[in-house]
T-cell receptor
Framework: SAVISQKPSRDICQRGTSLTIQCQVD?????MFWYRQQPGQSLTLIAT?????????ESGFVIDKFPISRPNLTFSTLTVSNMSPEDSSIYLC?????????FGSGTRLTVV | DAKTTQPNSMESNEEEPVHLPCNHS???????IHWYRQLPSQGPEYVIH???SNVNNRMASLAIAEDRKSSTLILHRATLRDAAVYYC??????????????FGRGTQLTVWP
């Protein structure tokens, strides 16, 4: 199965700024996704990162706040824009072909 | 959009079998049943998946009811390392939700030494 490297692993950011999270997959994968996980909660799907086209966002998430890029089949970025303390969370990427998906280790974001 | 129901928590003793149930009464014919687990401070880890037949791999077994409205993840001998949140998820291959995984609350498994 694919291995995903996600960075940064954690960051503390000032409100009003933006942070870009990167995910690199060690093999080409058809599907890539971005999730958010609040402490003690389950994962919430933010969007599907589509290669060569705009991401598909879930209800409650918009491109202006969470722009996503996927320039090829092994790489994707998620930007958290104009951050507020409510954006403090763990952000995870995921990818795969058929079968099971692999997840990155997550980015723990704290906004102060 | 999670369409599965799992107990909030379960407990087991080390080296005993564990049966984690999942109900998915609204499953469609194209939905695969997936199980993932998440250890503390880690991303979810794929465990097993199936469509209709029971499945076995090195981590676990998946028993799927004949009507597919429920399934059970079986850990044959629990270890302390198996303590995690286990998620039962239906993977939809239709239309706009192609291949997406929607996580529910999962079952917190505690393993006692």
């Amino acid at each position: 199965s694919a291995v995903i490297s996600q960075k940064p692993s954690r960051d503390i950011c000032q409100r009003g700024t933006s942070l870009t999270i990167q995910c690199q997959v060690d093999s080409q994968v058809t599907m890539m996704f971005w999730y958010r996980q609040q402490p003690g909660q389950s994962l919430t799907l933010i969007a599907t990162a589509n290669q060569g086209s705009e991401a598909t966002y879930e209800s409650g998430f918009v491109i202006d706040k969470f722009p996503i890029s996927r320039p090829n089949l092994t790489f994707s970025t998620l930007t958290v824009s104009n951050m507020s303390p409510e954006d403090s969370s763990i952000y995870l990427c995921s990818g795969g072909q058929g079968g099971g998906y692999t997840f990155g280790s997550g980015t723990r974001l704290t906004v102060v | 959009d999670a369409k599965t129901t799992q107990p909030n928590s379960m407990e087991s003793n080390e080296e005993e079998p564990v049966h984690l149930p999942c109900n998915h009464s609204t499953i469609s014919g194209t939905d695969y049943i997936h199980w993932y687990r998440q250890l503390p401070s880690q991303g979810p880890e794929y465990v097993i998946h199936g469509l209709t037949s029971n499945v076995n791999n090195r981590m676990a077994s998946l028993a799927i009811a004949e009507d597919r409205k429920s399934s059970t993840l079986i850990l044959h001998r629990a270890t302390l390392r198996d303590a995690a949140v286990y998620y039962c998820i239906l993977r939809d291959f239709r239309g706009s939700t192609l291949g997406r995984l929607y996580f529910g609350r999962g079952t917190q498994l505690t393993v006692w030494p």
